[in-house]
């Protein structure tokens, strides 16, 4: 490994490890989401009891039994906290605004892979602080759960496409601030649009079948559906709707690649 390669690498490790650092730092803050977190699992589990009410637990709806669908919701409240989100697009907004973006050229370091390390770095501080617990109290005492090889390694992937593509949907949108003046209006769509049709809601298979396999050449359902539905053995999530999800990753990863240089060459010629 060369010397520029090793001193990338590293600057790469040590802003992720700034970012598992701030996490903890803001441990309080953590905290509190993880028991709204939990607030929240308890008052979608009483609603789901209710949809399901009539059945035994194992009444399935669109393939989905009671105890898969309360540990979708449950999963997925937990998923969105320690996932590249919102935070992510302002932080990178704010400092397009203020101009501290520019001394970030100067690390020896792609600028797109800055981002992806603080992201990852971020999201493996909140999860060691949030998510690690609720899935060890949820898994040990809640709804007990068994991981063979193959589900786990299918789980691995479907979670790394997922946050690949969280990524580069919050990344785009920050950087979108250096072509227009406000980029909240973008947020609110991107937040719909995981809503509807990304399966944060309720798991897409309770959908009408027409609204379902539309929904699923979509990017946005790849970054919450298929890996809730991937953990609670989805029928619906087959070897085709990883493929798709991995399309989805590499073409909006390629997507950001020209976006970071379009706007980085009006940072240089223009001055941001």
Known sequence: MTGTLRRGWQTRWAIAGTQVKLAFHYRTRAFAQGIGALLLIGLQMALWSAVYAGGDGQVREGG?????????????????????GLALARQ?????????????????????????SAALGRTAGVTVLVGVPASIAGAAVLYPFTLDPAHAGRLVLTTVIAFVILFDFSYLIGLSAFFI?????????REAL????????????????????????????????????????????????????ACWAVLLSAAAVLCTRAALRKLVIAGG
């Open 64 to 84: 989905l039994t009671l105890h898969q669908t309360t540990v979708y919701a449950a999963a997925g409240t937990v998923w969105v906290l320690c996932l590249p």
């Open 92 to 116: 990178l907004e704010t400092k397009i605004r203020d101009g501290r973006i520019v001394t970030e050229l100067l690390l020896p370091t792609g600028f797109m892979t800055q981002w992806f």
């Open 181 to 189: 003046r406000r980029v909240e209006g973008l947020n609110e769509i």
């Open 194 to 245: 995981l809503l509807l049709l990304g399966g944060s809601m309720m798991p897409i298979s309770l959908y009408p079948a027409g609204l379902r396999d539309a929904a699923v050449w979509t990017p946005f359902v790849h970054g919450f559906y298929t890996p809730l539905g991937t953990l609670v053995r989805d029928p619906f999530v087959d070897a085709r709707v990883v493929a798709l999800g």
